[in-house]
């Protein structure tokens, strides 16, 4: 159930969240927001207040007895996307809106300091919350933190994240890989262009391009166990420039997701394999690059039965979801490098309020509702982690 602690504070982190989303801000540009975090947390008593990167905030709260370091994670960037939703709150900056959720992961967080603030005297060793920059854009800014030390004697790092694919009130839990590792890949195919008259004088890298889009769909379909979950994303295709004319270049960009690590390391030989051949057959030339973003978010089995036996024990049993793998990736697990980590998904769909647009959309809408549940399960979450042994 929702403590009256939590239901008090309710309407002052729904007016954060909304405060917050209609000044959104793309990664590594977050000045606003880290303003607003540092001018909400320094008003909190018994807090720390560090600043370990330019755009990034952490908030430590050391309790009144010695124990183990545990860290919350919020990340606080927007995405760049018109927003095209008719709230009061909308977005006032142009072509930038929080279609993801991070607004509301900003101000459950933030709630959750000032609760547990007043509760030092009861906690068994230090809490960091750590407001963390530029989620969506890799190499992302968890890594960024990680380096600035961060997480030096952090035990446990937990995480969490507002999701329109489960209803409000329930928490999405899965030990193990949750999120798949998320890669790049950019082709240049280099042909030789001329009049669309005379094709024969010419080597097309619209042709060439289109068999290596085909060709790298083999990749799941016959170079991967059936078993085990990828993708192949063909998603930018750039050449040309008249009706009339073959371009003498074609640009392929693309994302790759993996679970497995051997998959994720012969990945790149594969697809570069395949972008050879074709282009030798057809007498062009290429470029192919390969980025690696973020690696696989690992769910540690221990704490992820904590966190579910927390999560029963403070909304019942049916408030847990066991959900499988999610494609989407995530730079959390640039914090799990570093201790044994816990993320979880928490409902914020309500089909009866419209709630039901996905993430990254223009018209995301998130059920506000579903934020008294995140706060609360923050704060049983350290109680139960810090607690009197």
Same mark, same amino acid.
């Given at each position: 159930?929702?403590?009256?602690?939590?239901?008090?504070?309710?309407?002052?982190?729904?007016?954060? @969240?909304?405060?917050?989303?209609?000044?959104? $801000?793309?990664?590594?540009?977050?000045?606003?927001?880290?303003?607003?975090?540092?001018?909400?947390?320094?008003?909190?008593?018994?807090?720390?207040?560090?600043?370990?990167?330019?755009?990034?905030?952490?908030?430590?709260?050391?309790?009144?007895?010695?124990? @183990?370091?545990?860290?919350?994670?919020?990340?606080?960037?927007?995405?760049?996307?018109?927003?095209?939703?008719?709230?009061?709150?909308?977005?006032?900056?142009?072509?930038? /809106?929080?279609? &993801?959720?991070?607004?509301?992961?900003? +101000? /459950?967080?933030?709630?959750?300091?000032?609760?547990?603030?007043?509760?030092?005297?009861?906690?068994?060793?230090?809490?960091?919350?750590?407001?963390?920059?530029?989620?969506?854009?890799?190499?992302?800014?968890?890594?960024?933190?990680?380096? +600035?030390?961060?997480?030096?004697?952090?035990?446990?790092?937990?995480?969490?994240?507002?999701? =329109?694919?489960?209803?409000?009130?329930?928490?999405?839990?899965?030990?193990?890989?949750?999120?798949?590792?998320? %890669? @790049?890949?950019?082709?240049?195919?280099?042909?030789?262009?001329?009049?669309?008259?005379?094709?024969?004088?010419?080597? %097309?890298?619209?042709?060439?391009?289109?068999?290596?889009?085909?060709?790298? #769909?083999?990749?799941?379909?016959?170079?991967?166990?059936?078993?085990?979950?990828?993708?192949?994303?063909?998603?930018?295709?750039?050449?040309?420039?008249?009706?009339?004319?073959?371009?003498?270049?074609?640009?392929?960009?693309?994302?790759?997701?993996?679970?497995?690590?051997?998959?994720?390391?012969?990945?790149?030989?594969?697809?570069?394999?395949?972008?050879?051949?074709?282009?030798?057959?057809?007498?062009?030339?290429?470029?192919? @690059?390969?980025?690696?973003?973020?690696?696989?978010?690992?769910?540690?089995?221990?704490?992820? #039965?904590?966190?579910?036996?927390?999560?029963?024990?403070?909304?019942?049993?049916?408030?847990?979801?066991?959900?499988?793998?999610? /494609?989407?990736?995530? %730079?959390? =697990?640039?914090? #799990?490098?570093?201790?044994?980590?816990?993320?979880?998904?928490?409902?914020?769909?309500?089909?009866?309020?419209? &709630?039901?647009?996905?993430?990254?959309?223009?018209?995301?809408?998130?059920?506000?509702?579903?934020?008294?549940?995140?706060? $609360?399960?923050?704060?049983?979450?350290?109680?139960?982690?810090?607690?009197?042994?």
């Amino acid at each position: 159930m929702i403590s009256k602690q939590v239901l008090d504070l309710e309407p002052q982190f729904i007016a954060w @969240r909304r405060e917050l989303h209609a000044v959104p $801000e793309l990664s590594f540009q977050e000045v606003q927001t880290t303003e607003f975090l540092l001018k909400h947390l320094r008003s909190i008593p018994g807090l720390t207040i560090e600043q370990p990167t330019k755009t990034g905030v952490v908030a430590v709260l050391r309790g009144a007895h010695p124990g @183990r370091t545990i860290a919350l994670r919020a990340d606080i960037d927007a995405l760049p996307i018109q927003e095209e939703t008719d709230l009061p709150f909308a977005s006032k900056t142009p072509g930038v /809106m929080h279609a &993801c959720g991070h607004d509301g992961h900003a +101000a /459950m967080q933030l709630a959750a300091a000032q609760i547990l603030a007043g509760e030092r005297e009861q906690l068994h060793g230090e809490v960091r919350f750590l407001f963390q920059h530029a989620e969506e854009l890799p190499p992302g800014g968890a890594v960024e933190m990680v380096k +600035a030390g961060v997480m030096e004697g952090v035990s446990e790092v937990y995480g969490m994240h507002l999701s =329109s694919n489960f209803p409000t009130g329930t928490f999405g839990v899965r030990a193990g890989a949750l999120t798949s590792a998320t %890669d @790049r890949f950019d082709i240049e195919v280099i042909g030789k262009g001329g009049h669309s008259a005379f094709p024969e004088t010419c080597v %097309d890298p619209v042709v060439t391009a289109a068999q290596i889009i085909t060709a790298l #769909q083999t990749i799941v379909s016959r170079r991967v166990r059936a078993v085990e979950p990828a993708v192949v994303s063909v998603c930018m295709v750039q050449g040309g420039q008249a009706y009339n004319i073959i371009p003498g270049e074609v640009t392929l960009t693309g994302s790759t997701r993996t679970f497995d690590r051997e998959t994720r390391r012969t990945l790149p030989q594969t697809m570069e394999n395949i972008v050879r051949g074709i282009c030798e057959a057809a007498g062009a030339s290429y470029t192919f @690059r390969f980025s690696q973003g973020y690696a696989s978010v690992i769910n540690d089995a221990a704490l992820t #039965q904590a966190a579910r036996q927390t999560i029963q024990t403070t909304f019942g049993e049916q408030a847990v979801l066991e959900i499988e793998p999610l /494609m989407p990736g995530e %730079d959390f =697990s640039a914090f #799990q490098e570093n201790c044994p980590g816990f993320f979880v998904e928490l409902g914020a769909r309500n089909e009866a309020n419209g &709630c039901t647009f996905p993430h990254h959309n223009s018209r995301y809408l998130m059920d506000e509702a579903a934020l008294k549940y995140g706060v $609360e399960y923050l704060c049983q979450l350290v109680r139960s982690r810090l607690g009197e042994a």
